[in-house]
């Protein structure tokens, strides 16, 4: 399984980006897909993720509700992160996360990481 993330860049405080992440591979079911976000020197903390074979009932961290939102075009099977009114402490490295079961023999059920975009909020 390959998750792919895109969107990353530079922009100014109060700027808006959208970060894109598709998944392919032997994907058999996925079940929840999230964005987790590690600043430089600190522990990789989770933004927002969408639990998809539940209805997809999403969650924010505190710090981006408001101005953060994650969705899932369904067809595509891509997530996305809409950032708006970024901020300076926004600046860090996303990446994206999905809890799949794998079209195998055996349908293992694992966690996948991408690779990281960085995202830059700075004046």
């Known amino acids: 399984v390959q998750l792919v993330e895109s969107g990353g860049g530079s922009v100014q405080p109060g700027g808006s980006l959208r970060l894109a992440c598709q998944p392919s591979?032997?994907?058999?079911?996925?079940?929840?897909m999230g964005w987790y976000r590690q600043a430089l020197g600190k522990e990789r903390e989770l933004v927002a993720s969408i639990s998809i074979t539940t209805g997809g009932t999403t969650f924010l961290a505190e710090s981006v509700k408001g101005r953060f939102a994650i969705s899932r075009d369904s067809a595509k099977s891509t997530m996305y992160l809409h950032m708006n009114s970024l901020k300076v402490e926004d600046t860090a490295v996303y990446y994206c996360?999905?809890?799949?079961?794998?079209?195998?023999?055996?349908?293992?059920?694992?966690?996948?990481w991408g690779q990281g975009t960085q995202v830059t909020v700075s004046s």
């Open positions: 996360n999905a809890d799949v079961e794998l079209a195998t023999a055996l349908h293992e059920r694992d966690t996948y």
């Open positions: 591979g032997l994907i058999f079911e996925i079940y929840s």
